[in-house]
């Protein structure tokens, strides 16, 4: 599964949802995009610890692991690395950094070595961190050896020499009522080089009031969108997740409409 299945079922209505009985169910994995805590925690308060996260790379498979149990301790994670998986957490210097401290996710395993893309020599060797490869997620890793990703390095915001991470805005808006999903991305700004916007796809009664209220109660002011729009419906990949480029084209082309 992937996030957006959960709030889409956390949002049926509670005859619905009690009319069916779950002790045969016994595991679900999901993956492929960020998964809001609240709504996470509410599916395992729902369907019981039988949900597992996992972490994966195109080029690379799965890389981490999570179960019910481990998420729970770390809220947020996504688990442990799988068996003959190495992580390496570098700042932008190429540094390895210490427990805690973010910075870009690279892994090693035996087939990292043999990882390339076809005709792209320079987009291989871009990826390339000596025996590991880059993911281009920024994460880190706590005490214990657990992961937690903050955002796709790609996906950054570089707002008037700060780093803003998209994924933040998102997490904190999912499971809001009325709203069914949102992608936050950056566009170019005169003044700023790049500011922050927020594309929301949910029902009428969905107000930027409430929007900007549960926004402003988790994060501080620098973060939060300059404009919302509203996307009657979100373009997807087969996987589940938000095609942002084809929003950002549409903000750009002025397709969207303010909410």
Known sequence: MVPTMFVRLLALPETLKNRYRLDSLVHVSHG???CAPDVKRAMIDWWGPIIHEYYAMTETGIICSSDSATWLAKPGCVGRPV??????I???AGMPVTAGMPGEICVRSEVTSKVSYHRADEKTAAMRRGDFVA???IGHLD???VLFISDRKSDMVISGGVNLYPAEIENALNGLPDLTDCAAFGVPDA?????????????DALRREDLTARLMAQ??????????YRSAVMPREDSGKIKKRLL???VLDGQLVEL
Request: aromatic share 4%; hydrophobic share 45%; glycine share 14%.
């Open 32 to 34: 492929a995009a960020p």
């Open 83 to 88: 068996p003959g998986i190495d992580i390496l």
């Open 90 to 92: 570098l700042d932008e």
């Open 135 to 137: 993911t281009g997620d």
């Open 143 to 145: 005490a214990d050896g």
């Open 191 to 203: 003044e700023f080089g790049e500011r922050m916007v927020l594309v929301v796809e949910g029902g």
């Open 219 to 228: 994060l501080a002011a620098y973060k939060l969108p300059r404009v919302i």
């Open 248 to 250: 950002r084209d549409k």
